[in-house]
């Protein structure tokens, strides 16, 4: 009798600890775009088991860009979503807030013709570049950091494959814009030369992809924090595993692993070591304040918020 007992008191512990730990299991609805860096944390996170170690249920949801993720929190059929640097003017206009940083992009280039040294070689010069993209970003600080302004130059308006076109004719002498385009040029004028780069201005400004949560679970800081903790055990796994990574991803998109591999190599990757350190020193909200200044500048958005009202770093840096 004493061991039927026992029994039906270990069964029953047992039952109210699977209980405990299912109430403890969050679920989540997450979107991903995709290419590597927009699904490789979600596809190393569900390959590795993440979701579930960290305590969360994750429905993951495929979209093709940032504001139409940031249109899905604002409706309430998303809690988190992956966004570029592109799109950072969404959380810097009051629509999200950013959790966390994924990776920092290096593609873009200030290129210019053969003989061209410098940026101050640019003066007078005609410069093609796409409005209010990344390459126009990058552009504005290298102008700064050599004294000038847009004014110094003069700007010639294009779309990417426009740029590729003007520049490889001549019909502009310098070009603010990225790779892969930096290098299907380079084909056609071997000799160019790259005067700057996003790396040129690291690690006081960067160009980061994030991820965002909605304006309605932000202020749930229990879940972020386990979202986080996911993220940052998948960016270490990406970072210190890069082959096994790209094979993740494509075998989680159904893709090719060549392009993958490809774009895999145009970004850099601090770890979350390095992220939350870099948060505390301020730097990462410095990327995302001087980001947000630039879109002021390109009259995207009027008056941004400053970083600390959209970057809920106290919780990263944690």
Known sequence: MLKKIMFFAAASLVAVSGAARAADVDTIRMGYIADYFGTSVAAIATEEGLWAKHG??????????????VQALNAGSLDFAYIGPGALWLPASGQAKVIAVNALGYTDRVIAQPGIESI???K?????????????????????????TLADIEVVPMDPSTVVTAFASGQVDAAGIWYPFVDVIKKRVPELKELSSNEDFFPDIAFPSSFIVSDEKADDAEVIKKVNAVIKEAIDFRRDNPEESVEITASFLNVPQEPLMAESSLARLPSSTELEELTREGKVANWFDTLAGLYADFGKIEKPLPASEFYLGSLYAE
Do not use: C, H, Y
């Open 120 to 122: 101050a070689d640019l």
């Open 56 to 69: 969360l249920e994750a429905d993951l949801k495929v979209f093709t860009n940032g504001p139409i993720q």
């Open 124 to 148: 007078g010069k005609k410069v093609g570049v796409p409005e209010g993209t990344s390459g126009d970003m990058l552009l504005r600080l290298a102008l700064e950091k050599a004294g000038m």
